[in-house]
């Protein structure tokens, strides 16, 4: 493979083409886990149910010009709405609780969203159709490369640099850096914490049905995709640091780059590679690369 510039150049793409796309879902779940302290086990499923709801929504919108970006847009928006109830009615009750509580909620919202999946869209293998404009291959002079997964990498990183300003240089995100690293005091200073993690919790559930939709072109919709990407937003998360966007951004260039050259190079042990990775990572840095320690 190594000498073949142009295969190497085109896993070079998949890698970073796949790594942005786990970006985009895993940035949802380390914002809820660094924010929330809640291990979310329902991100994968409303990943899925992204999927699902931009497959309805482009057949809604089909005939209308840019009907699969209002779809995107779309899933987005019911996920946070879907967000909105879930933490209004039963997440908030259970922050102070143990987190056996979350974690036994959360897989329970797994079982809800795939029995409502399956009675809504079947069973069958579902498919969205690549956007217009998106359907042809890119000439980047070394080789030609698919639009969509170069628009995907474009995708991955935008989100990374809109997150980074709004928890950096805004005051909403200065509120929510806060909220993470002590909820008490800023109740003290008369902040609604519970308003923060209702947004927050919404946010990261839109990026992960945004995430949904953005990959539903690339991708077979079916039942049991979630528990595939669940996993590797973990991983991702282990890897960066649980809580840092820098590290979500890292690991999911890690496991992208992984998995193309992995393919490459030992197709057999692809899947122990990542695996094998996260091992390392825990033994020489267990709160990850660039995660911190958590305080005594």
Request: aromatic share 12%; with cysteine; glycine share 12%.
């Amino acid at each position: 493979m190594f000498n073949n510039p142009v295969l190497l150049f085109i896993q070079l793409l998949n890698g970073l083409s796949l790594g942005m796309s786990l970006f985009v879902i895993a940035a949802g779940l380390t914002l809820i886990l660094g924010v929330l302290r809640v291990l979310n086990f329902a991100h994968g499923a409303f990943y899925m149910l992204g999927g699902y709801v931009c497959f309805s929504l482009v057949n809604a919108f089909s005939g209308i010009p840019g009907g699969f970006w209002f779809a995107a847009i779309g899933s987005a928006i019911a996920l946070a709405a879907m967000a909105y109830v879930v933490e209004r009615t039963m997440l908030r009750h259970l922050y102070d609780r143990d987190h056996l509580y979350q974690l036994l909620f959360t897989f329970a919202l797994v079982m809800i969203v795939g029995d409502l999946v399956r009675v809504t869209w079947g069973t069958q293998v579902l498919s969205v159709s690549l956007p217009a404009g998106f359907k042809g291959a890119v000439n980047l002079g070394i080789a030609y490369y698919p639009s969509y997964r170069l628009f995907l990498c474009f995708v991955g990183v935008l989100v990374a640099i809109g997150m980074w300003y709004f928890v950096n240089r805004t005051r909403s995100g200065r509120f929510v850096r806060a909220a993470r690293q002590d909820r008490e005091m800023l109740e003290s200073l008369g902040i609604n914490v519970g308003r923060i993690y209702m947004l927050v919790f919404m946010a990261g559930s839109a990026l992960a049905g945004l995430g949904g939709a953005l990959a539903a072109p690339a991708v077979a919709l079916s039942q049991g995709m979630d528990a595939e990407i669940i996993v590797q937003c973990f991983i991702i998360v282990i890897i960066g640091g649980m809580g840092s966007l820098g590290g979500a951004f890292l690991g999911a260039l890690i496991l992208g780059l992984l998995n193309s050259f992995g393919v490459m190079l030992v197709p057999s042990f692809e899947i122990v590679l990542i695996y094998l990775m996260m091992i390392l990572v825990l033994l020489i840095r267990p709160w990850g690369l660039l995660g911190k320690p958590e305080a005594e």
